[in-house]
């Protein structure tokens, strides 16, 4: 892992905890900061769930690194 890397998750790691601390706070009943907060959380994980199932290809990705497609061992390609 880069050292930018280990940053932004770091700095994911404070955020959702407080994000989600200032939406139950915020609404009237603690269960509708909940819901608010569980809700934030689907609409950020989706987009980027369904942008990974389009991008992540292992088969290109273990050629392009010269990988044997279906042991995964890195150099055992022809």
Known sequence: MTPSCDAVRSRKRLVA?????????????AAAGCTTAFLTSAAVMIPFGLLAVAAIRPERDARRLGADVTTGVVGASR
């Open 17 to 29: 905890p407080f994000l989600t601390g200032h939406l139950i706070d915020a609404a009237d009943i």
